[in-house]
């Protein structure tokens, strides 16, 4: 689905679905209140954010896999295959595509042996019985309370634009704001000079672990020409403003829905505007372009000459982190 536009504000529309977002939210709550509880043999770090989709979460979960890795842990990765056709729980291997497990899934398996399914505790149970794994990273299940032997990593991107911090279908947010306070373990506030003061105040007063981080950014094949930006993600509108602040000059800017599996048609619609433009003119997000294989882009005409912007997230405190999440596990 496209972002609404009337996320951003508040209007006599946002007003109007207000209620509704309140009675989803405590249908969520005691849904998950209802479930069989699961038990993880290994601690399973469920990161989590404020908001539906653009909230940061998929770099913190790759900055987190990183430092364990780095400390000699044994990882693995779990996903509730968002958008992706497989129903039954699967170890991601190098057949697999973005139609079959989803972008995000994909993305992380470049990183550590990635297990997937529609059935969230499903994913995780293949997980536990593949290996003995010191932990289980999640881009999922952070507001799942019938998950135990869990820790709870709570997202706070300084980058995401204005929103009117409404609940879902009013605005961005997945429930409300003192839920996912109060479901967290620990805070991660990227870029922090950034954030909206508001949620700030809040982090303050809720007395959470909290450390800070910072976003880092690459660019894969720049020529330093200006751009025609395309990218299918939650808030477009972050992507755009990371490229204004890159002193990045883009004349085009194609918006997909969020999720957006390209076809042969897109591709061949991508690659006009490339030789019209030249090489390198195109560029777009890591997330989009793990959606590209070798069925929509058999020759590899348009993942050879695309940019890529590759968003990484730099824990600032990182022995602190790792030692706060191996504490939470224990206890």
């Known amino acids: 689905m496209r972002r609404p536009r009337f996320w951003n504000d508040t209007s006599l529309l946002t007003n109007v679905l207000t209620p509704i977002g309140l009675i989803h939210n405590f249908i969520s709550k005691q849904s998950y209140k209802l479930k069989k509880p699961y038990y993880s043999k290994a601690p399973v770090i469920c990161i989590g954010s404020l908001i539906i989709g653009g909230g940061g979460k998929t770099p913190v979960v790759i900055a987190i896999q990183k430092l364990l890795l780095k400390k000699n842990k044994k990882v693995s990765a779990a996903s509730k295959c ?5 129903k039954r729980p699967v170890l991601i291997d190098k057949s697999h595509t973005s139609i079959d497990v989803g972008d995000e899934p994909l993305l992380l398996s470049q990183f550590c042996e990635t297990f997937v399914s529609k059935n969230r505790k499903a994913a995780l149970e293949i997980a536990n019985n593949y290996s003995e794994y010191d932990y289980i990273v999640s881009d999922d299940g952070y507001r799942d309370v019938s998950i135990k032997n869990k820790v709870n990593v709570l997202v706070i991107d300084g980058n995401i634009p204005r929103i009117n911090l409404k609940q879902f279908p009013a605005g961005d947010l997945q429930g409300s ?6 479901l967290a373990d620990i805070l991660i506030l990227i870029d922090e000079e950034k954030a909206d003061k508001q949620i700030v105040e809040k982090i303050k007063n809720y007395k959470k672990h909290c450390v800070s981080a910072r976003s880092e950014y690459q660019i894969r094949n720049d020529d330093k020409s200006e751009k025609i930006t395309f990218t299918g993600i939650g808030m477009p509108k972050k992507f755009h403003n990371t490229l204004n602040k890159l002193k990045i000059k883009s004349v085009q800017n194609l918006t ?8 042969r048609n897109d591709v061949k619609h991508l690659l006009k505007i490339a030789s019209e433009h030249g090489k390198y003119s195109l560029l777009t997000t ?8 070798d069925k929509n882009d058999p020759d590899r005409r348009l993942r050879d000459i695309v940019g890529v912007l590759d968003i990484t997230v730099e824990i600032n405190q990182p022995d602190d982190l790792m030692r706060y999440i191996s504490n939470k596990s224990i206890n």
């Open 177 to 182: 704001i003192d839920d996912a306070f109060n």
């Open 82 to 86: 968002y958008k992706g056709k497989i």
């Open 286 to 293: 890591s997330k989009d372009y793990v959606r590209f294989n």
């Open 256 to 263: 997909y829905p969020n999720h957006f599996q390209y076809g």
